[in-house]
């Protein structure tokens, strides 16, 4: 078994309770933990023997662009559609929100799911 990690996916979403958020916007940053076994691409060298982080990647950006008011829910879908791509491999993800907009000064919330 090992360890891929698809770390600081930044991207621009729509999500948050607030309808400056559903036409504005905010900043997000999305970190993926891989465990999985690539022992047999670690011989082979051919993409097909692991996760293709590629469409880790495509998948975090499609899943991020459906505009959700939890960034809990964001997450979910994520999560479930990696699991879905890749039923071998165990995933953890990060969804970060950088600068909510609450009454102080708070850098980012962040959500964790594992499957």
Known sequence: MGI???SGIKLHGFHGCLAEEAMIGGEFIIDVIIDTDFSKAEV???LSDTVDYCTVYNIVKAEMAIRSKLIEEVCRRILNKLQASFPK???EVTLTKLHPPMN???ESVSVILKS
């Open 4 to 6: 891929i990690k698809v």
């Open 44 to 46: 082979s060298d051919k």
């Open 89 to 91: 491999a165990v995933f």
């Open 104 to 106: 102080g000064d708070v």
